[in-house]
């Protein structure tokens, strides 16, 4: 496969960062790779082993993305777009791609629209058509005219096979940034976030102060900052690092009355420095993020904030709601305040390993892999396996029995298309839904939409969905690696927030442990805590607690992430059926990151299900509801298939 990936940065060089990694590990994989970058070449991203071309470069002043300029300040004619234009489009006649990728374009970089629709509509009229796809990172700055967001929207719908989106919905979905519509939002693919850095072997002692700054001059204010707080407190030790585009002559008023070695350029082993730190200091852009997720330094963020820029305080605060960062305001910041907002971050706990997904260039591959191959939309054809599913329901029916179904989704936090599209699946269908919802991620959308969702009922997923398993071992927010009183304290939080942030007629007190794992004596502990039902996968009765497991994930979170093999699913499916037919039939899905395949899988599985007598749908609320529950210890199968058939 030839892939082709148009990024022009103007700002910082994270863009053409990330368009780089990407496109090494397209190269990796054996794919054959164009990255065609429209910005002023950065020394420090790695472009080795690329084919490239280098368009005229542009620039912008400040933070004015509407006036382009050349190299030399001056704003870009005519002629220079044109050349631009021209020379992108010869590119993709000469490469032939099997893939185009716009990066940010068509919900950014409007300013250069007429070229990057050029490409578009050059792929668009190549015989075979090429896949067109639009690369965006975890957070977008929407505009405040609706006409243009509608103009984004539109050009996906005409333009776009797929949205891929480099980040991690479980620590900020796209539309906390911005307000997808149905169309945009059935094309979104989630890619986990992009890092191909290596992680460093942790320090034997951490100590000291990193601090940077980007890499270029929109970090002067927290450069000076940073030289200032480091003259007042010289002891906490300093490193001070300023990016390659930041002026020699800014740098040398910056570096006046500073200790020889405190101050200097970015350097390749920046994440082994991190590593090692005590504590980190910076901005709060994409790779500074996946920095910090990566080593898990303890750091305070001052995210960039001029011209109105949204995008690095909404990832900062989502990293701060983790635990793993402290906010001070670019407003606020002065040597006093960040002296004062080190110490404060100081005497915090060290974050742990926060469960988001850094997988992002292989799964990028994967994805474009998986949309080449014809597989945007896998309905359930498996003929041979939906016929061994038939036969398992039919020998159940023979028996007299029924098979309980129930569908569960995980990691609720707040409402949109996607929500809205599972809900109305569901009600379409006639199945009540166990919506999991993450405590202290829950927006304020969430239990407006839960409002008008009557065959919605909530369940506690954990507390922040935070991995606290050691490197190595599989992930759990609950699992037995943390003293028993730290997971009694946190799902007990788990319960109150939720409580205090959800409709009361739609939640139930029913634990839903992240990634499926519970500790032994958590479990048992759950009951004094208020709760009164347990939902993971299949597992011993505990007392006090009903039970209503998972039992059928059909996401390939290891490869793909995107729809596991229907014909294995159905026939696994079955063999459970055949061996345990009166243990309940636990649909697990997760509509923040479905792609339309597993859209289609799920609905076109219930469908199927639901026409068979054998199935029975349980009612989630009778199943959990309180009158059960004051009759003692966890149902038992036969329990569960009663309350099937009676509710």
């Keep these: 496969m030839r892939v082709l990936i148009a990024v022009t940065h103007l700002l910082g060089a994270g863009h053409l960062t990330r368009a780089a990694a990407i496109a090494r590990a397209f ?3 054996g794919h054959e790779t164009m990255l065609v970058s429209g910005g002023v070449p950065a020394p420090m991203v790695r472009q080795d082993g690329l084919r490239r071309v280098q368009l005229p470069p542009l620039r912008i002043a400040g933070t004015d993305f509407s006036t382009l300029l050349d190299p030399d300040g001056r704003p870009a004619g005519p002629a220079l777009l044109e050349r631009r234009r021209a020379l992108m489009v010869d590119t993709l006649a000469a490469f032939e791609p099997d ?3 716009t990066e940010l374009f068509p919900f950014g970089r409007r300013a250069l629209a007429a070229e990057f629709l050029a ?7 190549r015989r075979p058509r090429p896949l067109v796809l639009a690369s965006v990172r975890d957070v977008l700055v929407a505009s405040t005219k609706p006409e243009r967001i509608a103009q984004a929207h539109a050009r996906v719908a005409d333009l776009y096979d797929a949205v891929l989106v480099h980040g991690d919905p479980a620590l900020i979905p796209l539309e906390a940034s911005w307000p997808l519509d149905a169309v945009t939002a059935a094309k979104v693919r989630y890619t986990g976030y992009v890092d191909e850095g290596t992680v460093p072997a942790p320090a ?21 900052a940073a030289a200032g707080a480091a003259r007042l407190r010289p002891d906490l030790g300093w490193r001070i690092l300023a990016g390659h585009g930041v002026p020699e002559a800014e740098l040398s008023e910056i570096d006046h009355g500073l200790a020889p070695g405190i101050l200097g350029r970015a350097q390749p082993d920046y994440r082994a420095l991190l590593a090692g730190a005590a504590l980190s200091v910076s901005q709060c852009g994409y790779n500074t993020a996946v920095d910090l997720l990566a080593t898990g330094t303890p750091a305070v963020l001052v995210p960039f904030e001029a011209g109105g820029e949204t995008e690095q305080r909404l990832r900062a605060e989502r990293l701060a709601a983790r635990g793993l960062a402290r906010v001070l305001p670019e407003s606020e910041l002065t040597p006093g305040t960040l002296v004062q907002a080190i110490a404060a971050r100081g005497v915090l706990p060290a974050p742990g390993d926060p469960g988001i997904d850094r997988d992002g260039a292989a799964r990028t591959v994967a994805l474009v892999e998986s949309l080449r191959g014809g597989e945007r939309s896998r309905p359930v054809r498996a003929k041979p396996a939906l016929d061994a599913l038939r036969r398992a329901l039919d020998a159940v029916a023979a028996r007299g029995l029924r098979v309980p179904l ?3 989704d995980d990691d609720a936090v707040a409402g949109g298309p996607d929500l809205d599209r599972l809900i109305g699946l569901a009600e379409h269908h006639g199945v009540p839904l166990l919506l999991a919802a993450i405590p202290a991620g829950i927006d304020a959308s969430l ?6 969702a009557a065959g919605v009922s909530v369940a506690v997923h954990g507390l922040a969905h935070h991995n606290h398993a050691p490197p190595g071992e599989k992930r759990a927010e609950f699992g037995a690696h943390r003293p028993h009183d730290t997971l009694v304290a946190d799902a007990a939080a788990g319960l109150r927030i939720a409580r205090q942030r959800l409709p009361e007629g739609s939640l139930l007190p029913v634990f839903v442990p992240p990634w499926n794992r519970v500790a032994p004596e958590l479990a048992a502990a759950l009951p004094d805590l208020g709760y009164r039902g ?11 607690l009903r039970r209503l497991d998972a039992t059928l994930d059909p996401i390939d979170w290891r490869g793909s992430r995107s729809l596991r093999d229907p014909e294995a699913l159905l026939r696994g499916l079955a063999a459970d059926i055949a061996g345990a037919p009166e243990r309940p039939l636990g649909l697990l899905t997760h509509h923040r990151v479905h792609d339309e395949a597993v859209w289609d899988f799920a609905g076109a599985l219930v469908a199927n299900l639901l026409r068979h007598p054998a199935i029975q749908v349980v009612d989630v609320r009778a199943h959990f509801g309180a009158s059960a529950m004051d009759k003692g210890p966890a149902a038992s199968k036969s329990q569960v298939s009663q309350i099937a058939r009676t509710g």
């Design 447 to 452: 239990p407006r939409r839960l409002e008008a």
């Design 406 to 408: 129930f569908w569960r």
């Design 27 to 29: 190269a990796a994989a």
């Design 119 to 125: 490409l578009v509509d050059a792929a668009r009229a």
């Design 204 to 224: 034997s002692r951490r100590s000291g102060v990193v601090v940077a700054a980007g890499s270029g001059p929109a970090g002067l204010v927290l450069l000076r």
């Design 534 to 544: 347990l939902s993971a996968v299949p597992g011993p009765s505990i007392p006090g």
């Design 99 to 101: 893939a185009v990728i």
